[in-house]
């Protein structure tokens, strides 16, 4: 592991309240199909968060939790969810994985690929069927500190979530998806 590496794993968070922004929750939608009546956790998210605004708009039952709001995903659980969807803070990686892994409940979890290169993903994922929803470009991300300087592609990392291990889908971003994130 190179120093780089080891601030990026071990970073202090300072650049982990980035927002996702509609254009890149709307993909999911199809395959939250087979999940009707059954409710989504939205852990890293607060009411105004695309994830629970796009999923509520359409029919889904969601429930949402955010650290500001006193629910550490470490130690908070709902007491009901059926499947996590989120975007959550890319510190910390690994733990997250381990503790959504531990519910043993379909995820998709939206991750830079750039994690892929690391020896976790193998560890955690090694005997689970890890399946990946991939773009055609980069997503962008709002940031309070950094203005949208993304220098690494994203996907949905998922468990019993997609038809097939990985599935590709094209995204469109246009200046005025920028105006539809919080």
């Not at 300072?14 to 956790?41: H, M, S």
């Not at 468990?159 to 995204?171: G, H, M, N, S």
Request: hydrophobic fraction near 35%; charge should be negative; aromatic fraction near 16%.
């Amino acid at each position: 592991m190179n120093f780089t590496d080891n601030i990026i794993r071990k970073s202090s968070g300072k650049n982990d309240e980035c927002y996702t922004y509609r254009y890149a929750v709307e993909p999911l939608l199809e395959f939250l199909e087979p999940f009707k009546g059954q409710t989504i956790w939205c852990p890293f998210d607060k009411e105004e968060s695309e994830f629970v605004k796009v999923l509520k708009e359409h029919g889904h039952e969601v429930v949402y939790s955010h650290i500001d709001n006193g629910q550490d995903f470490y130690t908070f659980e709902p007491e009901h969810f059926d499947l996590i969807v989120s975007n959550p803070p890319f510190t910390n990686k690994t733990e997250m994985f381990k503790r959504i892994l531990s519910f043993k409940k379909p995820f998709a979890i939206l991750m830079s690929i750039l994690y892929l290169n690391d020896n976790q993903p193998f560890e955690l994922f090694k005997n689970e069927e890890l399946q990946l929803l991939m773009f055609n470009k980069r997503m962008e991300f709002k940031n309070q500190s950094v203005e949208n300087k993304i220098s690494f592609k994203s996907a949905y990392y998922c468990k019993d979530f997609l038809p097939e291990q990985i599935v590709w889908r094209t995204i469109e971003r246009t200046k005025h998806d920028r105006t539809l994130c919080n």
